[in-house]
């Protein structure tokens, strides 16, 4: 027996699982889009100490966004295999389900709404009691480097530093944002293609060390790194974190999730 789906069956459950997530109980959703979020956050907390302290011993800049990229997958695996509601992930689901007729608009709005809301939370939590206040990230080599990663995506395309490098830009962020999601969606397509945990996983690692190694953008990855680089001091408002940021890479992962995933499979395996 095969120890994976087709394609075409792997469309079909995705579209399937829309209906329960369309249905679910707003309390659920909440405890789901919380932990989700604190799953994330958990592998961006991971990522940074990992590269900051690489950082700060002299390693190559390559060597550190490989590491960076490799530890930051597990995130989305406690986010799959444990399972809760993940925005990004949520975008291909309820996409595919409403074209497919599992679930309606007010389905889809509910858990987009809710997961996007609740992960922040979630996010919000780890970054600043399990990163700040527990004293992890305040040392000077692990602050500084949060610090750079916050004013880096958030400032709008001003410059900062002694060496004056350049932030992303609104359009940056929201094209980066495409190719992110573009990638988190096949993740966890190819996790859902799978019937064993070993195949989960390796389904996720790959796409998700690939979007992080070559710098795109997740809105709920930005809910952690942001606000952890504000608390620890980084000259970034919560105003410039919404508008240069969490903004246009919504709006990009829903682009690169619903489109190039969502709306192409669903197209190619369930229009009939």
């Known amino acids: 027996m095969s120890s994976f789906k087709s394609p075409a069956a792997t469309a079909k459950a995705i579209a399937g699982a829309a209906e329960g997530k369309g249905k679910m109980p707003i309390v659920n959703l909440a405890i789901l889009g919380f932990l989700a979020g604190a799953y994330i956050a958990f592998g961006g907390l991971l990522a940074e100490v990992a590269n900051c302290g690489m950082a700060a011993a002299g390693y190559p800049v390559g060597l550190t966004k490989f590491v960076f990229g490799a530890v930051f997958p597990v995130g989305l ?13 949520d975008v291909m689901f309820m996409t595919m389900g409403l074209l497919d007729g599992k679930t309606n608009v007010v389905g889809l709005l509910k858990n987009w709404i809710g997961s996007w809301v609740f992960n922040l939370i979630g996010a919000l939590f780890v970054a600043y009691v ?16 949060a610090m750079t990663v916050a004013q880096t995506k958030a400032l709008g395309g001003a410059a900062f530093g002694p060496d004056a490098t350049k932030s992303l830009t609104w359009v940056q962020a929201f094209v980066r944002a495409i190719g992110c999601n573009w990638l988190v969606c096949l993740a966890v397509y190819l996790a859902n293609a799978a019937d064993d945990v070993i195949g989960k996983i390796v389904g996720i690692w790959f796409p998700i060390m690939a979007f992080v190694c070559i710098g795109f953008e997740h809105s709920v990855a930005n809910m952690f790194f942001i606000p952890l680089g504000i608390f620890l001091g980084a000259p970034v408002t919560w105003t410039q974190f919404l508008v240069n940021n969490l903004i ?21 395996y369930l229009r009939e």
């Open 130 to 145: 399990l990163a700040y206040m527990s004293g992890i990230m305040v040392p000077e080599a692990f602050a500084k480097g």
């Open 248 to 268: 246009p890479v919504t709006l990009g992962n829903i682009v690169g999730g619903a489109i190039f995933v969502a709306c192409a499979y669903w197209f190619v």
């Open 77 to 89: 695996i406690l986010v799959v295999i444990c399972g809760s509601e993940l925005f990004t992930g």
